[in-house]
C-alpha cells in the first residue's frame, strides 16, 4: 500500500510533502551538533528510490524530528521548535527572560490531524500497537519494524511513538531498540515501554479515567 502511494504521488509530489512536514531541515533544537537528514537528491530519486523511501526505508531521519513531525502531525498541524530551555530566573526566581521559539502553522488541516489521531489511536486499541495500551487513558500511536543494512544481515531496528490523551495529545514518546534479539517487531518489544512510561506520566497530569 505504502509503495502505491508513493507511486502515485510522485518524486516530486514526495519532496513536497517531506518539505511541508520539515522533514528537509534541522529542527532546530537548542542543543548543539543536531544532525540533518539523509535523503536522496531529487533528481537521482526513481521508481525504486521512491519505493523503498516510501515504506521508511533508505533514508534517516534524527528521533528529535521523528517527534516533532509526529507532533504537528497530531496537534492540530502546529509545527512547534523542540526546545529545553524555557526562561532564565535569579536566585530570587525572578525570571530574567522568557525564550520563544517559531512554530510553523498549517502543516496539516485540523481535519486531517483530528483524522489521524483518530486512526493512530486505532492503531492501540485494535492493532498492531497494543501493548501500548494504558488502561485508563486513550492512547496512540504507530509501531516501526525496519532493517539495517546490509540487508539479510538479519539486523532490525524496533521502534514505537505513542502519545497521550488521543483527543487532546499532552504528551508524546518515542522509543527506538536497535538489534533486538529474538522478537523484533517495534510493537512487541518497544511499545511495552512506552506504555510503561505512560503508565508513570499520565497520573501526574491527571489524565487518567478508571470509570
Known amino acids: 500500500m505504502f509503495i502505491t502511494v508513493g507511486l502515485r504521488l510522485g518524486v516530486e509530489n514526495y519532496y513536497h510533502y517531506f518539505e511541508q512536514f520539515g522533514l528537509l531541515n534541522k529542527t532546530g533544537v537548542d542543543l548543539p551538533g543536531e544532525a540533518g537528514t539523509i535523503m536522496h537528491k531529487m ?3 526513481k521508481a525504486v528510490e521512491l519505493a523503498t523511501v516510501s515504506f521508511g526505508q533508505s533514508f534517516q531521519i534524527t528521533p528529535i524530528q521523528l517527534a516533532t513531525t509526529a507532533s504537528s502531525i ?5 509545527r512547534i521548535t523542540p526546545h529545553f530551555a ?6 530570587k526566581g525572578t525570571e530574567i527572560e522568557k525564550f520563544s521559539y517559531p512554530v510553523t502553522e498549517h502543516i496539516v488541516s485540523k481535519d486531517t490531524s483530528a483524522t489521524m489521531r483518530m486512526i493512530l489511536e486505532q492503531v492501540v486499541e485494535n492493532g498492531s500497537g497494543k501493548n501500548g495500551y494504558v488502561e485508563g ?12 543494512l546490509p540487508r539479510g544481515s538479519g539486523r532490525y531496528i524496533a521502534s514505537f511513538l505513542g502519545f ?19 522478537v523484533y517487531y517495534g510493537g512487541q518489544v518497544a511499545a511495552p515501554v512506552v506504555r510503561q512510561l505512560f503508565e508513570n506520566i499520565l497520573p501526574y497530569l491527571g489524565k487518567m479515567d478508571y470509570n
Do not use: W
Request: hydrophobic share 30%.
Open 86 to 91: 524555557v526562561k532564565t530566573s535569579d536566585r
Open 164 to 182: 497521550a490523551p488521543a483527543d487532546d495529545p499532552q504528551v508524546l514518546a518515542l522509543c527506538i531498540i536497535h538489534n533486538p534479539q529474538g
Open 74 to 78: 497530531i496537534n492540530g498541524g502546529n
Open 43 to 45: 533528481e537521482d530519486m
Open 137 to 148: 487513558a486513550r492512547v496512540g500511536g504507530k509501531t516501526a519494524t525496519s532493517q539495517t
